[in-house]
């Protein structure tokens, strides 16, 4: 199968049934790719940006994870609105962006593009996302499709950014000899949870001995389905 139709089928598998997109010359071949399937669809928006933003609420709401995809260039750097909502409250989001062919880059020519739309999307969504990369190879598309799932939706939730190239979207890939994500070690998550409840441990006893006690509840909890604990 391509690549494009894989991509597609490991969305599908996190049970996502529709894609918020605007297409374009640099992800043609991934949104040509929703051609006859019956799992997983795409609604077409009139601004990125938008489509961002719509992502954001639907992984509010749940259940389950939403999904962009848009071309490259003001494409992608029109999902930066809504990747910094998603951002800043902890909201799990996966942006797919198309890229100019792998040939057409600029690398290390010192200009500053070299393909139509060329733009380091990558690096530009650096500080606002918990992981993004660049394909940099057809064979290592279920390896980096699992571990932006994992970053995105493990510890803190937020959003990442997955940079395909054109030229690797329509190479034929066999998914049985594809490299897979091997989960990290936790401890850091447990280490955070060790601090955290000494933390809440002190917030009680100072709560036991107010007079007239105020808790101040964000909406981290109602993201983190931590009502009850709360009361």
Same mark, same amino acid.
């Given at each position: ?5 894989? %991509?597609? $089928?490991?969305?599908? #598998? ?33 601004? &990125? !940006? ?8 639907? #992984? =509010?709401?749940?259940p389950g994870i939403a999904a962009t995809m848009v ?37 290390? #020519?010192?200009? =500053? ?6 733009? $380091? ?6 500080? @606002? ?6 394909? $940099? +190879?057809? &064979?290592? @598309? =279920? ?7 994992? @970053?995105?939706? #493990?510890? =803190? ?5 997955? $940079? ?7 190479? &034929? ?14 401890? !850091? ?21 107010? +007079? ?8 981290? %909890? ?10």
């Amino acid at each position: 199968m391509k690549v494009a139709d894989y %991509i597609l $089928d490991h969305l599908s #598998s996190l049970g996502i049934k529709h894609v918020f997109l605007i297409t374009g010359g640099a992800i043609a071949f991934v949104v040509d790719a929703f051609h006859g399937r019956k799992d997983i669809d795409y609604i077409c928006f009139q601004h &990125e !940006q938008a489509a961002a933003m719509a992502a954001d609420a639907y #992984s =509010r709401l749940g259940p389950g994870i939403a999904a962009t995809m848009v071309t490259s260039g003001p494409g992608a750097t029109n999902l930066i609105t809504g990747i910094c909502c998603s951002w800043f409250d902890s909201i799990p989001a996966i942006h797919i962006t198309g890229q100019v062919n792998t040939f057409e880059q600029k690398a290390n #020519s010192g200009v =500053r593009q070299v393909g139509f739309q060329e733009t $380091d999307i990558v690096a530009v969504v650096k500080p @606002i996302t918990k992981f993004a990369a660049q394909l $940099d +190879k057809a &064979e290592n @598309i =279920r390896y980096l499709l699992e571990k932006a799932t994992y @970053i995105a939706t #493990s510890g =803190r939730p937020g959003p990442v950014v997955i $940079d395909i190239p054109q030229n690797f979207q329509r190479v &034929e890939v066999d998914p049985k000899k594809l490299r897979g994500f091997i989960v990290p070690n936790e401890k !850091q998550y447990l280490d955070f949870g060790q601090k955290l409840k000494a933390k809440v441990k002190k917030s009680i006893q100072l709560l036991q001995k107010s +007079k007239r006690p105020v808790l101040l509840a964000g909406g981290g %909890i109602k993201i983190a389905h931590a009502k009850e604990d709360l009361l």
